[in-house]
DNA sequence: TGTTAGCACTCACATATCTCGACTGCTAAA
DNA sequence: TTTAGCAGTCGAGATATGTGAGTGCTAACA
């Protein structure tokens, strides 16, 4: 991939039959780019142009007599070398953005449902797996019924409780220097840095490995509970696109949607990329017709969660980078509330 | 609705026909009935009775020389006049429902996939409404920054908590003073009792106010999210049915199943009845071509929530009710865990 | 009165055939 | 390298036709 090596005709011919397809989804003509992107040239022209970049696999034909659509490799090109970021206006997305989302709690609470609705395509929202999210304090409080409350407080503001059992036979000062204890157990290490085999007791603190161990116990389930916090909204949106009148067409963008671990995979995306583009089936990647686009989101330099968008392989791509790049500024200023 | 006076013989034809439609989802004809069901009689005798009970509104026919299916009514009576529950083979289905969950916990966890995944059918799982939860207990501890956290605890068990701001200046025992009155004005009353306009502070305690105020706000955000608290799984599954080779049926489906609010409505059902069966549209309600069955749940007397199944019209009742009841069972005895 | 055989009738579905026209690829000339 | 011209392809839609499953009706029968 990445042939840059397009000539500039080239090149507009395929924006003009890519900006075309994404309106229509009809197969274009010669004659249809000739009339709306380039009168200057013939049909014949444009119809050798078009077959050389059928044959370096940008397009392909329904059937011989019929005009040309974008493959998988056009879009990705499209987004790669020929979509042009900087001229969205951003000042009217970013209105839409900040009107729609009254503030960052909102992003958390609703975010997917209101890209969602921005967008016009289904989103999903995934708050970022806990495996980093480092212990910032931890208290235990006396409850009642030899039971007490164990608070987890992390460095994203996080705050998670979970009720505990006590020993019987609890002294004067149990709570306080079980709290202590915690405290040096835990503090500073990241979610991941908690494991069950772990054992840094000393022996002498017998009496608390019940606590001990339930407190591990409790964070292995903040671990696996949050790496599933992944919320999908408006899937009846892809209705509104003809592509999605074909019933299997349907069916595997559900199966896509509705398998959580992998959309969880896709979501995380690759290394260190702020924003994620993926376009059609690639090795051990099932979309199909389809179009992936995800962006990673930080709040005070500590990442929260990613945003994704999907939808027909010829999405408005402009459009939900756009959105997705004023959510990441409105969620940076983070000046609201 | 609700003639009971079928002739026993009209009973047994549409009880044939509805089996067969269910399994076979097409228009049977009067030799069909004959041959699988009903070989005392002829061909034209059942006939004669089908159109009989077309009239009565039971059954219709897609054209006029096809042979017929039943309607939402057929359905409705099946349901109520037909279906025998009680010979349900409940050994062999509370295997299946016990093997799959192993523990009480995994019923909130994954009880609508595991629903879903047993009966074939998309499930959701509901978490009760806050509304008539009861306030246990209420406690403030002292964080940092000026901040503490209050956590509230409810008499199914819930805890919840929420970091608040503290006023500037705050005397020494001002926490104190705070947990006391916190508890005096929230402790026993139920979440539904919690109101904004809500107002029994003392003048004299003035300083208190903005801690109140953010409990009360704490307090209505819980009402409003456990409210919501509805997961769908196993959306894939309709396609497995041929009613939704058609993509108008798969949208109005999704349609239903994305809304949540109207979704959570259903699910309530009415009044204090254990078991709910919708089935096609009636007033008010969208259900055309679907059958909605849902179930409430309690542990300890407590209502924890509703599970609910939504398929085509021609589910196979009688195993879904019969994993629904399993479950109950189950989550009645509670013995696992 | 209820049941049955017989028969005419209906209609979805599948298949075949045809036309139309929107495109293309190719060729030869500019 | 570009262009006009033209033959050729093929999907989509319209029309016609046969087939068979299944019904409603009627008249005879128990």
Redesign the pocket.
């Known amino acids: 991939m990445g042939e840059t090596n397009l000539t500039e005709?080239k090149k507009k011919i395929l924006k003009a039959l890519i900006d075309s397809y994404i309106n229509d989804v009809?197969?274009?003509?010669?004659?249809?780019?000739q009339k709306q992107y380039l009168p200057?040239?013939?049909?014949?022209?444009?119809?050798?142009?078009?077959?050389m970049l059928?044959e370096m696999g940008y397009l392909t034909?329904?059937?011989?007599?019929?005009?040309?659509i974008p493959s998988s490799k056009a879009y990705k090109y499209y987004v790669e070398h020929i979509l042009d970021i900087s001229d969205i206006d951003s000042a009217q997305i970013r209105e839409i953005v900040n009107e729609k989302f009254q503030s960052v709690q909102e992003v958390v609470k609703n975010g997917a449902k209101i890209v969602s609705d921005i967008t016009n395509y289904t989103s999903m929202l995934m708050i970022t797996s806990a495996d980093n999210i480092v212990i910032k304090d931890i208290k235990i409080i006396d409850m009642y019924d030899n039971t007490a409350l164990v608070l987890i407080v992390t460095d994203n503001g996080v705050i998670k409780n979970k009720q505990i059992d006590l020993p019987h036979d609890v002294k004067e000062n149990f709570i306080e220097v079980a709290g202590g204890l915690l405290r040096k157990a835990f503090v500073g290490k990241s979610i991941a840095e908690v494991t069950n085999g772990d054992d840094c007791l000393d022996k002498e603190l017998e009496a608390f490995r019940s606590i001990y161990e339930q407190v591990i116990a409790f964070v292995m389930d903040f671990k696996n509970a949050t790496e599933e916090q992944l919320y999908v909204e408006g899937t009846e949106k892809i209705f509104d696109y003809p592509e999605y009148k074909d019933v299997d067409n349907v069916r595997q963008f559900m199966s896509v949607v509705s398998h959580r671990e992998k959309l969880c995979g896709l979501m995380e995306g690759e290394g260190d990329i702020e924003y994620c583009v993926r376009i059609g089936s690639e090795d051990s990647v099932d979309l199909a017709n389809m179009a992936l686009i995800t962006a990673k989101y930080n709040i005070n330099g500590k990442e929260v969660g990613h945003v994704g968008v999907i939808g027909p392989e010829r999405m408005d791509y402009k459009k939900v980078l756009g959105v997705l790049k004023e959510l990441g500024v409105l969620l940076q200023d983070n000046k609201k509330e």
Chains 1, 2 share one sequence.
């Open positions: 005709r009809e197969p274009i003509s010669s004659a249809a780019i200057e040239v013939s049909t014949a022209t444009i119809r050798s142009e078009l077959s059928e034909q329904p059937h011989v007599s019929s005009g040309r």
